[in-house]
């Protein structure tokens, strides 16, 4: 496996950028080139990164990216729309709607202020000491994860193009599906599908070697999405973060659900938190044995659950920034224990 992120090939004029550890922000993209075309599957985090990426982007010498499709709408997967200087930006509504409602200025602002709160030491508080070792550490665990981008220059842009199911498109003469399955990862996720070439941009719908992070669920409709890209008898499956995978890395996924829901119940039945469950179940002795007990950032269980239990008590989906704040912060705690037990969590991606 590469050490650092490049192109990667995965068919005749199909290239993937791939960041072989996908953790936070940390994510893949896709070129399909042919006939004098060139599309774009997804941006990275930031514009600088985006124009990094497309310098050495194997494009044809005199063409250029005329289409950028996006298979969801978190910060990064577009918030290097800008700098594609595509004609066309296609999403479905849901990601339309979902980009729209996130703003890179505010986040650039928050991030700037966990930033200051992470190098400051925090006075004791009269009270609950607890509560500012709480602030310090998330706010430690965000700055790490945000440092090496640059939000403040994002200008939020597109789509200029938006459908609902299927979109056929046409690459240099090839079929190019892009098909939205609905909430699962985030409010709309939709993939990229090249039939006859069986190769599939699958976005967020696959994490591979990391663990998967669902904002919003329904986590059976995620499922529902991974046998769905299964039943394509893909040969190669690009995800949004990762190495590249095949259809053995979906079931993997799928089996992983299948254990969250589990342990998600069990916690539930016992009156446990999300990140009590979520620590539990990875401190348990059987837990690095599992095929995923490997997995970088095992600590994002947190965010699964929370949706989990949102869902069964039949509450909203995780959306808010206080409710994201608060989960984050929860996520960050959990990471704090592991590595005190000496486990890996986030490998927070390569330095700036
Ligand atoms: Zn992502």
Do not use: C
Not at 56 to 78: F, K, M, Q, S, Y
Not at 259 to 270: E, F, M, Q, S, V
Request: charged share 20%.
């Amino acid at each position: 496996m590469a050490a650092t992120h490049q192109w990667q090939a995965v068919g005749e004029g199909l290239h993937a950028w791939i960041h072989p550890i996908g953790d936070w922000g940390w994510s893949n993209a896709g070129l399909i080139t042919g006939g004098g075309e060139a599309l774009l599957v997804d941006t990275q985090w930031d514009e600088r990164r985006t124009r990094d990426m497309l310098a050495i982007a194997p494009v044809p010498i005199g063409e250029r990216i005329t289409r950028l499709v996006l298979t969801h709408g978190d910060g990064d997967h577009v918030w290097g729309n800008r700098a594609v200087g595509a004609d066309e930006i296609i999403a479905s509504t849901a990601t339309a709607d979902h980009l729209h409602s996130e703003d890179p200025g505010g986040f650039a602002r928050s991030a700037r202020l966990l930033a200051a709160v992470s190098k400051a030491p925090i006075p004791p508080l009269p009270g609950p000491a607890g509560r500012a070792r709480e602030l310090g550490r998330f706010a430690r665990y965000m700055t790490r994860m945000t440092a090496p981008w640059a939000y403040g220059e994002v200008r939020r842009t597109g789509p200029t193009r938006t459908f609902d199911g299927v979109l056929e498109l046409e690459v240099g003469g090839r079929a190019v599906r892009l098909v939205d399955v609905g909430s699962a990862h985030s409010p709309g996720d939709t993939y990229v599908h090249l039939p006859a070439e069986q190769v599939v941009f699958a976005g967020d719908l696959l994490f591979v070697g990391v663990a998967p992070v669902m904002w919003i669920g329904p986590v059976r409709g995620w499922i529902a999405a991974l046998d769905e890209l299964r039943a394509l008898e893909p040969k190669t499956v690009v995800p949004g973060h990762g190495p590249i995978a095949g259809p053995g890395e979906l079931g993997l996924l799928r089996d992983y659900w299948e254990w969250a829901i589990g342990i998600g119940a069990d916690g539930r039945n016992a009156k446990l938190s999300p990140a009590e469950t979520a620590l539990q179940a990875i401190l348990d002795t059987e837990h690095e044995a599992l095929p995923w007990g490997s997995w970088w950032s095992p600590e994002r269980l947190v965010i699964s659950l929370t949706a989990m239990e949102r869902e069964a008590q039949g509450r909203s989906p995780i959306h808010s920034l206080v409710d994201r704040a608060r989960v984050m912060a929860a996520t960050a705690g959990v990471a704090e224990a592991l590595r005190n037990e000496g486990l890996a969590t986030t490998s927070f991606g390569p330095p700036a």
